[in-house]
């Protein structure tokens, strides 16, 4: 059998565990499709030059970090894929496969499903798009005039970002498991994989310093420069998330003991399970909380360096121009639909996440653990993966924060809590209830049924 026939059995047999992958890639095909299709719009018959250069200036804004994020949140969901077919990947090996082989058949299977969810992409993202542009028209950033467009340009950027981010993604992880062999594929079939890649800590490492750097760079070289402030002061936000994403299953692991110690004395069994669970699956865990942390960064980095610079054109009596509406209603814009997709890409992950634990949950009610039991160590578990993105995102946002609040406000103002409490309780509300709500629908499967589940 080809390796391309392998790839759509896989697809075929296999649906449940890259239908969170297929939906990720589709919100992320429509968030960059739909600002794409402002590149065409800005090549339209009677744009001006001003309107032209915004609408291509919050285009590719999008286009930078959203291929990056895009490509974060699918190769979240193919590396949990992948993970939960290690027994098959062994077989495959013991059969013959070469690791080239394997990883072309990941390659293939992620190419396929790209394809596919763009396609499906192009209705949702024209509709967007048009939105898009209704609100930059509705706020006087660009011309009533400006006819909406989505031609060729959104077509070849959104799809080949799109293909990009998913090949990308996909190699990463076709790559890690095609090195790995036989017995240790059929180990990390046993113990999800605990390992962590030598390449991921120095790109989390890596990150993190370029999001201190623009901080420090918008606290000191490019004090009160505008839309360059701002601008780099997002950068800051992004790069730390993204990096401490990227390093969140070592915090994990720092931070599993001492709430195990913590919580011992009134968690009991549930919790017993529940921090066994995150020592020994921590990518699992980490499923859950590298959205978290995006999601998080980004809100609320967002929200607080716009506070700031609207607080201190205050106390500087500056009369607030057309081009800060502008940069206002941009940044809103952008993190918006960013924002979107990283709540979906929490709740997809977390549904898949759980559904995918069918098994685990028949061997351990098997085992003697009760359904009330294995509902309270995954509240647990989920509590835990939340409040850790939760903290590790504020890190993020405090890093892009503190550098744009000293640049710009120098005695820094006044900043209201209700905005983060409300990012607080959304995550939280998400988290718990995608979740829990997975996690009911693989308990009501007959426990000798669901414990000698091979796959989902």
Known sequence: MTLLGLAFNSLRFRRGSFTATFVNVFLGAVVLMSFASLFDTASGVGVSPADASSLTTIAGAVGGWGLVIVGFGVASTMNLSVRQRQAELALLKATGATPSQIGRMIIGEGVTVSILAAGLGIVPAWLIGRAVLGALTSTDQIADDVAYRFGPLALIAGLSMTLLATVGATAITARQAGQVSVRETLSQAATNDRSIGRGRIIAGSLLLVVGIACSLTTATVL??????????????????????????????????????????????????????????????????????????????????????????????????????????????????????????????????????RRQEFGVARKLGATPGQILRAVTFETIFAAASGLALGSISAAIGIAGFRYGRAGSSPAIDAVPFLAIIITVVILTITASLSAAHRSLAVPMIQAAGTARV
């Open 223 to 356: 004090k009160d420069e505008g839309f360059t402030t701002l601008s780099i002061a997002g950068q800051a936000c992004i790069a730390s998330a993204i990096g401490l994403a990227l390093l969140s299953p070592l915090a994990l692991r720092g931070l599993i003991r001492p709430v195990d110690l913590a919580t011992r004395s009134f968690t009991g069994a549930a919790g017993y399970l529940a921090t066994t669970t995150i020592r020994e699956h921590t990518r699992q865990t980490t499923t859950i909380t590298m959205p978290v942390i995006i999601l998080t960064g980004l809100a609320t980095g967002t929200i607080y360096i716009q506070k700031i610079q609207n607080a201190a054109n205050a106390a500087d009596g500056i009369t607030v121009s057309a081009d800060d509406k502008g940069v206002q209603t941009l940044n809103f814009i952008i993190v918006g639909m960013i924002a979107l997709f990283a709540a979906a890409v929490l709740i997809n992950n977390c549904v898949a996440s759980m559904l995918a």
